[in-house]
């Protein structure tokens, strides 16, 4: 069977609305000999003649009858799915969002966030998944609605991204460890138990390489995948943690941070998205929540 042309549906809507051949070019804007050509394709197409001679004017068919309704709402139906979104009801909304960051984000950014959408959506639900990888698979299956990360090569080249916010690596210990109580150098840093993290459990990282240049190595005692087991570790022993410090704000509470004695660059954190729901009204009121959340940030 060949591929149906849907435009005459527009046609056959026009005609059994109008009842007049001439209205129905008009209402289309056609010429009356586009008009004729259109209708003998729709008699050809349905079998029927849909319109018929009486006195001066044309009456419809039975079987004209007999669409004139049902086409009418698909016509219909089809202007409603090509539409523009009509504005979002907050109120009447009903979704599970799932969002994936790394840790720290939920911890700092959490509370505002989930007090807005209570306030202005509160049938919706909010998932936090924590992100072990940076893969862009979960966004590209549509698994995740969003994600925060830094942008690199292993994000699918069609992924969305805005930024979040500016962040930097700094150094946390123990209240009491003898970093906290005088000048910390870059010898000192270097000197003390490191923790280091990596979600794949690789020893050497940026910190690694600015120290090299200053001739200095220091020792990695333990490795862990997650700021706040790097951070429980720090509270409990002598070791030293270099983590995020905007993600990691709330985290780090009754503990002592200093700025790296050493040079390394910030970084950006970024909003991640999928094209699929660049355009869907529910998904961008989410992403201006995020955004607003991490504002103060920026």
Sequence with gaps: MSTPDFNLLLTLDAVLTEGSVARAAKRLGLSPSAMSRALARLRETTGDPLLVRAGRGLVPTPRALELREKVSQIVQDAEAVLRPTENLNLKQLERTFTIRTREGFVENFGPGLLVRVAEEAPGVRLCFVQKLDKDSVLLRNGTVDLETGIVGN?????????????????????????????????????????????LRGNEKGLIDEALSLLNLERDVATIVGGFSTALALTRATDMIASVPERHTGNLRAGMFSFP????????????????????DPAHRWLRGLVLDACASFR
């Design 154 to 198: 292993t994000m699918g080249p069609e992924v969305r991204a805005q930024a979040l916010l500016r962040d930097r690596l700094v150094g946390v210990v123990r209240i009491g460890h003898p970093l906290s109580k005088g000048e910390i150098t870059a010898a000192s840093y270097a000197s003390g138990k490191h923790i280091g993290v990596s």
């Design 260 to 279: 790296l004695p050493i040079t390394m660059p910030e970084f950006t954190v970024s909003l991640l998205w999928h094209p699929r729901f660049h355009a």
